[in-house]
């Protein structure tokens, strides 16, 4: 049935009669598809074409303005840009952009406005028209829209008429209203004529009116459809490879003389008859995944074979989901004492069961400390909707090996012992240091500290266990008889020997001047320069005797004469300063009281003779330098006399 301007004002008007609502000289039983169905479309751009005026007779003019002059219509997506006295609005259908008609009335009323020959449809079949309209006039209406709708047969005999009356406007806001009428078509007659006059004039503001919508369907017995056993569910839902047959049922009917029924399927495709299916019961039972949707279309039997003469039931879903296939693991093989832990794909719940009664309904469940008793298949259920598949995982448990690292050991610095582990078929030590090879189970063992190993024994399952052996290190004796000492004949010092070495003894040689021989820090005042052993001997065997030397170096004590008398006489001839020979290192130097340097030597093998030069220097005062070189500086005046 082509879509045209007045073909959809003809249907609004049919809708119109209905209007206070959602009116409807009867409203009990089941509609089929829509013969017609007008929504006018959808579009970017605000206003559509006009309507084909080859469809049917009008007086009224198409108008691209957003708001038309009385007497025309336009097709548009919006009234937004007509102004303040229309609601401004969008379509009922709720398309993107989709498209509504938009009348304005005559200013004064015609025969008619719209008028169309509607063929296809089936004798003595009811059918309903039905659209969707409103008043567009915001605050003031002085002539509402009133509209008569008539269907008549081709030779002009009236088949049904209905007036809506005044339709008046919504002053809280535009709203859109369903209007629907119900004819009965006479026995034999196949055409009707389409005719719709408007009852009131037009003027300012006055008569403005929306369509969208606008069906025109085959009207029957109400065919209420249902599951067997479950009137009141319209839905089930079932898992592919595991689904039951369903049987679906519409209670007898009255209002045909003989009447015909065919189940639908819909897939996704459209509705498409069931071969074979023609009582007022189906069993269904789909097994691969999708969506079913089934319905009862009923005739008579003679339009039974027509579309555009049935009715249907309501829809029955059958939602058949894909069962999902979850994937168990678990981290085996395991050894006893280990934790098995197990883990399943995403589901909505789960339910694992498995050896020694294990149960659980966490997704990743774990066991700790496990036993062999845990080796064995573990079965999980995983539900995804109301669809359960499960998953199975085999764990292995094998026994820990026994490790033993032997007992432990001492032995002296220097020396091995050979290590030996048992309970396994393979050995790893740690640390290695100071081992021959540490993946055997007897390695050779020289730690230079005192040492515990840790042996890893494994078995051929990879199952491990640890045990532990301490290598006790006792030190060899060392001696340190620490720096060399330095002292003035007549002082003392403290010798700093240290002793090292597991359970060690020790003593100084030679035993003379010394507070005593067997301690680390003895006091020593001897007489002339010395050296000093110490010696550090270990009480366990362990090592030779460790010996050091210190060498203790004793200054002589110097007397410095103060006068000495050069004249020749042999007597007092030169400038002995008693012990100052023994200081090679020595510097002394003697200065007049000008400060004139007469006397230097290095020191001091040969005394000053009181010359200068080879010149005896004059009798008077003269002073003194003399340093040691050992930290002792001496400085005085003394008197040569002649």
């Not at 398309?95 to 009335?105: E, H, L, P, S």
Request: glycine share 10%; with cysteine.
């Amino acid at each position: 049935m082509p879509l045209t301007k007045y073909n959809f004002i003809t249907i609004l008007i049919c809708l119109l009669f209905v209007l206070t609502g959602y009116k409807t000289q009867a409203q009990t039983g089941s509609l089929g598809d829509p013969v017609v169905h007008i929504t006018f479309g959808a579009g970017t751009s605000t206003h559509a074409g006009a309507l084909p005026a080859d469809s049917g007779s009008t007086s009224y003019t198409y108008s691209s303005a957003d708001f038309p002059t009385d007497g025309s219509y336009t097709i548009e997506n919006s009234t937004a840009g007509s102004g303040s006295v229309w609601w401004s609005i969008t379509d009922h259908t709720g398309n993107t952009g989709g498209y509504m008609m938009i009348v304005n009335a005559s200013v004064s009323k015609t025969d008619y406005f719209y008028k169309r020959e509607v063929d296809g449809l089936c004798g003595a079949t009811t059918y309903q028209f039905s659209a969707w309209a409103g008043n567009l006039l915001r605050s003031r209406d002085i002539s509402p829209p009133d509209i008569t709708f008539g269907l008549y047969t081709t030779a002009g005999t009236l088949i049904k008429s209905y007036d809506t009356g005044p339709i008046a406007l919504t002053p809280s806001g535009f709203k859109w209203i369903q209007y629907a009428f119900n004819f009965t078509l006479p026995a034999g007659t196949g055409n009707v004529i389409i005719k719709m006059t408007n009852n009131s004039n037009g003027g300012a503001p006055a008569n403005d009116l929306a369509l969208d919508d606008i069906t025109f369907s085959p009207y029957g017995p109400a065919l209420m459809a249902s599951f067997s056993g479950a009137s009141s569910t319209t839905t089930e839902t079932e898992c592919a490879g595991q689904t039951k047959a369903y049987t679906l049922t519409v209670a007898p009917v009255t209002g045909y003389t003989n009447p015909a029924y065919q189940w639908q399927v819909n897939t996704g495709s459209g509705w498409k008859d069931i071969s074979g299916a023609t009582s007022l019961s189906y069993t269904a039972n789909p097994t691969t995944a999708g969506t079913y949707e089934y319905r009862l279309a009923a005739a008579e039997s003679a339009n039974i074979s027509s579309l555009s003469c049935r009715v249907v039931s309501n829809v029955l879903t059958l939602a058949v989901n894909t069962a999902s296939t979850p994937t168990a693991t678990a981290n085996t093989p395991l050894c006893t004492g280990n934790t098995l832990n197990l883990s399943v794909t995403s589901g909505d719940s789960y339910s694992w069961t498995g050896p020694n009664g294990f149960k659980s309904t966490a997704q990743n469940p774990y066991i700790t400390n496990i036993t062999a008793a845990a080796a064995g298949t573990y079965t999980v259920a995983v539900k995804t909707g109301n669809c359960t598949s499960t998953a199975t995982t085999t764990v292995s448990v094998y026994a820990q090996p026994v490790a033993n690292a032997g007992s432990d050991v001492t032995i002296c610095e220097g020396d091995n012992t050979q290590l030996n582990a048992s309970g396994g078929s393979g050995y790893s030590w740690s640390p290695t240091t100071g081992l021959s090879d540490a993946t055997v189970a007897d390695p050779i063992a020289s730690p230079t500290d005192t040492t515990t190993y840790t042996v890893t024994v494994s078995n051929s399952n990879a199952c491990t266990s640890t045990a532990t052996v301490t290598v006790n290190v006792l030190k060899k004796p060392v001696a340190n008889a620490g720096a060399d000492k330095y002292m003035t004949q007549g002082q003392s010092v403290t010798l700093n020997g240290s002793a090292k070495g597991t359970n060690v003894s020790y003593y100084w040689t030679p035993n003379e001047y010394l507070s005593s021989n067997t301690a680390l820090h003895p006091v020593a005042t001897p007489v002339e320069d010395i050296t000093y052993t110490l010696h550090v001997v270990s009480n366990i065997g362990c090592g030779t005797e460790a010996t050091d030397d210190v060498f203790v170096r004793v200054y002589k004590k110097i007397t410095i004469p103060n006068t000495f008398t050069p004249n020749g006489d042999g007597i007092n001839d030169i400038w002995y300063v008693e012990a100052l020979d023994t200081y090679p290192e020595s510097t002394t130097q003697v200065f007049n009281r000008y400060g004139m340097e007469v006397f230097k030597s290095k020191g001091y093998s040969k005394p000053w003779d009181g010359k200068y030069n080879g010149q005896p220097v004059p009798s008077g005062t003269y002073y003194y330098i003399i340093d040691l070189k050992n930290g002792n500086k001496f400085s005085g005046w003394l008197v040569v006399a002649r």
